[in-house]
């Protein structure tokens, strides 16, 4: 079996808005080349959503809280 590329491997993308659904899909996609992805939204629990989505995906994610005002 052949390993899947990982071209963006080394590289930290951020990700705001990250309980947007397809946002989300940027995100899983992003973590799938190979990005860490930083999941930002005002939302924990939505954030939290994505980047467990991204690692069960076999990325890496952590998650931030998006401050407004």
Do not use: Q
Request: no cysteine.
């Amino acid at each position: 079996m052949t390993p899947r590329p990982r071209p963006l491997a080394g590289r930290v993308v951020l990700v705001v808005g990250a309980g947007d659904r397809a946002t989300r899909d940027v995100a899983r996609r992003l973590g799938a080349l190979g990005a860490s992805i930083v999941s930002a939204d005002p939302s924990v629990r939505e954030a939290a959503t994505t980047a467990g989505l991204v690692a069960a995906g076999a990325g890496t994610a952590r998650v931030v809280e998006e401050r407004r005002g």
